[in-house]
């Protein structure tokens, strides 16, 4: 081999322990990142089910307090008309 492509050589293969090491920091970033966004969303998932049990705790209850509260305005009038 001569100088030249000896040369060569040493460029290219430098040039591909670059792209290696610049490859390998860049795959374990996109895996912080995968990580991350997956705890995001798994939070948001249970944020989601919070609400969903919210809203449904709150759809059992709206009856009950509805009834109440229709009870509570008629002894307030039957209340009144009797003063009155």
């Known amino acids: ?7 060569l050589l040493i460029i290219v293969s430098s040039f591909l322990t670059l792209f290696l090491l610049v490859s390998i920091v860049l795959i374990i970033k ?3 990142v995968i990580k991350a966004v997956n705890r995001v969303a798994e939070k948001a998932e249970s944020l989601v089910s919070s609400a969903e049990a919210a809203t ?3 759809r059992k209850t709206a009856g009950p307090v509805a009834l109440g509260k229709f009870v509570a305005n008629m002894f307030e009038s039957v209340t009144k008309r009797k003063k009155n």
Do not use: G, P, R
Not at 1 to 7: G, K, L, V
């Open 30 to 32: 996109v895996i912080k």
């Open 56 to 58: 449904e705790l709150l």
């Open 1 to 7: 081999m001569d100088t030249a492509s000896q040369i």
